[in-house]
């Protein structure tokens, strides 16, 4: 169950009965066992978090997160598993809506090493509008990808890259992401994480080939600042792309106290006709006191220094800041 709403939305909850902030998060039934070559089938609302929630992801940093009405089919053995996914976004026959959309999607891990994993995916997204007008405005978009993470002599590494293909609302797609991180702890006192991504732009978004990649279901909390300026790519990046060049370190000075810092310069990926490809930059700064197994404090602050590539698509006019306070109840 998930409540959601502002304090001070309601006055009392003698006057209001309603309960529009609430809905059900999760509700599902699993049959059968996934282990030792066996299926486990899920059927119902669900999370669903595949990978590093770069393109399918529940959110969990949101008070709502996200939950899909779908069915989940997973197998798994001594050197991997695969899960296939298959969810209904929006149905015409449902009330009002005029939109049929579907997620179809599988991922596998396999163990290559008992220090490397690969992953290897694909995703394919449909949306059809039936009052969309005239053309061809259907989306039958593919998505592509392999991700590879593993260590050595005390160093982490990840590298992913996808490709997209298909169209989208009847427009040719030919887009792709790549990134790549390489991080080294310190005796458990905390490390250092080397940060890259590149996902493509369209610096001429008139033709008729769409290049900017689409970051679907992602959690892009987790990746591109805690100011939250790139949670919709492409939307948020005017579809120009997005490069992001970060530096992460955290550092535990005692087993309940944790400090992140992390600093990141954005770029656009292309372009085109503007006159300039720089967002900008961003200093996010965490705190968190663990209080007990569950109980956790946390205080950050955001500030970002805008770029002229954040103006010239109206995005940001003027440097900003963000803080915050939280509370983490686990229970």
Do not use: C
Not at 72 to 83: L, T, Y
Not at 118 to 143: C, M, S, V
Not at 205 to 234: E, M, R, S
């Amino acid at each position: 169950i998930q409540d959601v709403r502002l304090w001070g939305s309601e006055g009392n909850t003698l006057g209001d009965f309603s309960a529009n902030g609430l809905d059900v998060h999760q509700a599902y039934i699993d049959l059968g066992k996934a282990e030792d070559g066996g299926f486990l089938g899920r059927f119902g609302r669900q999370e669903v978090n595949f990978g590093g929630q770069r393109l399918i992801g529940s959110v969990n940093w949101a008070q709502q997160a996200r939950s899909f009405d779908g069915i989940r089919v997973g197998s798994g053995g001594s050197v991997g598993n695969i899960d296939v996914f298959a969810a209904k976004l929006a149905d015409s026959q449902a009330g009002d809506v005029d939109v049929e959309a579907d997620l179809v999607s599988a991922y596998g891990t396999w163990d290559i090493t008992e220090t490397q994993d690969l992953d290897l995916y694909w995703i394919y997204d449909h949306r059809e509008d039936d009052e969309a007008g005239p053309g061809d405005q259907k989306t039958n978009r593919h998505t592509f990808g392999a991700r590879w993470v593993g260590n050595v002599s005390g160093f982490v590494y990840r590298a992913e890259g996808s490709y997209q293909s298909g169209t989208l609302l009847g427009t040719d797609v030919s887009a792709f992401m790549i990134g790549g991180r390489l991080a080294h702890g310190f005796a458990g006192k905390g490390g250092v994480t080397l940060w890259y991504d590149y996902l493509s732009g369209d610096g001429d978004l008139g033709d008729d080939k769409l290049k900017v990649f689409d970051t679907l279901f992602a959690t892009n909390h987790k990746f591109y600042g805690f100011a939250d300026l790139f949670l919709n790519i492409p939307l948020d990046t005017g579809g120009r792309g997005l490069q992001d060049i970060a530096v992460k370190g955290t550092y535990r000075f005692h087993p309940a106290w944790l400090v992140r810092l992390d600093l990141h310069s954005f770029h656009m990926a292309d372009k085109g006709p503007l006159t300039s490809g720089h967002f900008g930059e961003e200093i996010d700064v965490v705190a968190s006191w663990r209080y007990n197994r569950y109980l956790n404090l946390s205080a950050g602050v955001a500030y970002v220094f805008q770029g002229d590539g954040w103006a010239e698509i109206g995005r940001l006019a003027k440097d900003m800041g963000w803080v915050y306070l939280m509370l983490d109840a686990r229970f």
